[in-house]
């Protein structure tokens, strides 16, 4: 069956520190990946999407970055974080047209203090 | 920018009853979806429909359509106290890797 994983559940980091999110996809085959960003009682902001290994395209300038070193793994990077990253980070796939929609991770909550 | 605007941002009503939330959006689409979301938890798909469908059901879930109009409605029947949650409606671009543009949701409480 195919499923996501993202991890950690929730994380609080300092400001300047580094981040590392991770997100993997089993049972599906060059699945287009996203990263999104929710801010508290707000919708969903579009960070990054990924069509393919090493093709990133970015929706907003900010202090994040994006990778795909797998065809199934998407990591969310920061060199240092600011205050204004704390949010919750969700990251979805999909294949082709979906039929069902898409689906989502568990999400990371990420308190920068 | 956001693509949808969801209407109203939040919505109370009693057990039973039945809630509507309405969404517009502002370029041609594909599909609309529907997604759920329960406080502090990731987003489930709840319906997909079509820019030639105009009306969708699936179980207590009504979906209308209206791409002259550029909006949507969600209608859950007979509500309970677990559909409190946020709603979201989102249209793909499919040219720019399928994305999905979220509008901002409706936050629905049911009062038992």
């Known amino acids: 069956s195919q499923t996501i994983h993202q991890w950690p559940a929730t994380l609080v980091q300092p400001v300047g520190s580094p981040l590392s999110l991770e997100c993997t996809v089993e049972?599906?085959?060059?699945?287009?990946l996203y990263w999104y960003r929710q801010a508290a009682g707000r919708g969903l902001q579009l960070l990054f999407y990924?069509?393919?290994?090493?093709?990133i395209s970015s929706e907003v300038p900010q202090n994040l970055s994006a990778s795909r070193p797998q065809d199934r793994q998407f990591i969310l990077s920061s060199k240092k974080l600011l205050l204004s990253d704390s949010g919750f980070y969700l990251c979805?796939?999909?294949?082709?047209?979906?039929?069902?929609?898409?689906?989502f991770g568990s999400g990371t909550r990420l308190t920068v203090v | 920018s956001q693509q949808g605007e969801e209407d109203p941002q939040a919505l109370s009503i009693q057990e039973g009853e039945n809630a509507t939330m309405n969404c517009s959006y502002k370029?041609?689409?594909?599909?609309l979806q529907w997604y759920r979301q329960n406080s502090g938890r990731g987003l489930v798909h709840l319906i997909l429909?079509?820019?030639?469908?105009r009306e969708k059901h699936s179980g207590r879930l009504r979906v209308t359509l209206d791409t002259s109009k550029k909006s949507s409605s969600l209608l859950i029947t007979a509500s309970r106290a677990a559909d409190t949650a946020s709603y979201f409606c989102?249209?793909?671009?499919?040219?720019?890797?399928?994305?999905?543009?979220f509008g901002q949701g409706t936050e629905l409480s049911v009062k038992p």
């Open positions: 049972g599906t085959s060059n699945p287009n």
């Open positions: 990924s069509v393919g290994i090493g093709q």
């Open positions: 429909i079509r820019s030639n469908e």
């Open positions: 370029t041609s689409i594909n599909n």
């Open positions: 989102a249209t793909v671009f499919y040219n720019q890797g399928g994305k999905l543009i």
């Open positions: 979805a796939w999909s294949v082709g047209i979906p039929q069902h929609g898409y689906t």
